[in-house]
Structures are given as structure tokens and as C-alpha cells.
């Protein structure tokens, strides 16, 4: 289905680079609370995948060792912009979070927002946080996942079909990505 491939995502979210940032404040929140359980320690290598126009930096702890990747190079352009505020040790590559071009166990924190219920492959990205992950580190989740057990409702249902074309699969589950 060509609404599940790196293509698509790549163009969609290239057209939604100018105004991503409106959408994406809404997650602030738990963005922050996400990071802050994460306990992020100066000299640590975190890694965001998916990390859109950078939106979590302003969270994550002065002194970290940050690598951002995106599929999309206008949004990595605007991960670079949004850092010279900022001023993070910071690396950005275009990257598939599927097929991560980093060694195994490089990687103290993997930090996964608003990217498993985008990608393709859900499955894929997690396997690969956890191999470039370090034994004892850590990975932060936060998507719009349907709650376990619960079945979508109608109207949630019916705005999947327009917001998994547009944007995201607002009715992915998480249990089976981690089985």
C-alpha cells in the first residue's frame, strides 16, 4: 500500500515541514514528561529517531550527546535551525529509524515520539533501538496508541481512514509491536 513506505512519509512530511511545529507543540507536554523519565545524564548518548523538526530538544538536558535523525531532509534542516537557539552538542543525519545506520550498543537513551504510529515498520525501528541501544540504557515511547484492550471507537475509526493517509495511524496498538 503506498500509504506505508518511506516514500509517502517522506513526501507528507516534507510538505508538512512549514507547519509542523503549530501541530507538534500540542505533544509538549508529553514530550517533557517522557524525557524527564528518561533521567537523561550529562556525557550520554541519546538518540532521537523520527525526530521531526526537533521539537523534544528543548527537553532534553543540557550536556547530552544528542543525535537526531529524520527521514525527511527539510526536517533535518529544521532540527539544525531550532538547535542554533538551543546550542545541544548535536548530530543530525537522515536516517530510516527501520534500518539504522549506527553500531550495535552505541547509544545510552533511544528516544521514539510520535514515530511508531508513523512508520512502516513499527517492528523494525524497535529492534533496531534496541540493538544500537547499551546494555542498561533506556528507550522512551510516547505515541497516540489505542489503549490496551479498548476497541476503537466509531468516530476514531472513521478519522483513521483520512489521519493514516494524512499523517499517522491514530488506531495502531502498541502490544504487538513489542511481541
Known amino acids: 500500500m503506498i500509504f506505508r513506505t518511506n516514500a509517502w512519509n517522506r513526501f507528507r512530511y516534507t510538505l508538512y515541514t512549514p507547519v509542523y511545529d503549530a501541530i507538534g507543540r500540542w505533544f509538549a507536554p508529553y514530550r517533557r514528561q517522557s524525557i524527564d523519565q528518561l533521567a537523561i545524564q550529562p556525557g550520554e548518548r541519546v538518540l532521537l ?3 521531526g523538526t526537533g521539537l523534544d530538544l528543548e527537553h532534553i538536558p543540557k550536556g547530552a550527546d544528542i ?15 531550532r538547535n542554533r537557539l538551543l546550542g545541544h552538542q548535536l548530530e543530525v543525519r537522515v536516517m530510516d529509524g527501520q534500518n539504522l545506520d549506527l553500531d550495535a550498543q552505541s547509544v545510552d537513551v533511544v528516544i521514539l515520539h510520535l514515530i511508531l504510529a508513523v512508520i512502516p515498520d513499527p517492528v523494525a525501528c524497535l529492534r533496531e533501538a534496541e540493538r544500537v541501544l547499551k546494555p ?19 468516530w476514531r475509526r472513521w478519522t483513521n481512514i483520512f489521519t493514516f493517509i494524512l499523517a499517522t495511524d491514530i488506531n495502531r496498538r502498541f502490544e504487538p509491536i513489542l511481541d
Open 136 to 154: 542498561g540504557g533506556r528507550i522512551g515511547i510516547m505515541d497516540k496508541f489505542l489503549p490496551p484492550g479498548e476497541q476503537a471507537p466509531m
Open 49 to 51: 529517531i523520527g525526530a
Open 67 to 81: 543525535l537526531a535523525t529524520d527521514l525527511t531532509p527539510l526536517m533535518v534542516q529544521q532540527i539544525k535551525v
